[in-house]
């Protein structure tokens, strides 16, 4: 799932260079797969919803003219209200 979260913000860095508003993500999930004691937690996650009043954004605080010129300090994230961690065991 992180790397997702990395595609986002590459797709968010790249429209900002080029002044253009990020659309739509789409991703291709390859060998995905879910193990025998994986399941009840995965069920769990499949019930969950975000509260209404989370919408979360990415907010970049300055004008950034290339891709290599971004810094740590020019992300916030406002908005997100994370839902309870689910433990989820490692298959062995």
């Known amino acids: 799932m992180f ?3 990395q595609y986002a913000m590459l797709l968010h860095m790249v429209a900002h260079v080029v002044n253009m508003e990020p659309a ?3 991703t291709l999930g ?3 797969h ?3 004691n994986q399941v009840e937690q995965i069920k769990e996650v499949l019930t969950r919803t975000s509260p209404v009043e989370s919408n979360p954004k990415l907010v ?3 004008k ?3 891709i290599d010129d971004f810094l740590f300090e020019d992300f916030s994230i406002v908005d997100y209200h994370p839902l309870s961690k689910i433990d989820i ?3 062995v």
């Open 3 to 5: 790397n997702v979260a």
């Open 24 to 26: 739509t993500l789409t």
């Open 30 to 32: 390859v060998d995905t």
């Open 34 to 36: 879910i193990y025998l």
């Open 60 to 62: 970049i605080s300055r």
């Open 64 to 66: 950034v003219e290339t």
């Open 89 to 91: 065991p490692v298959a």
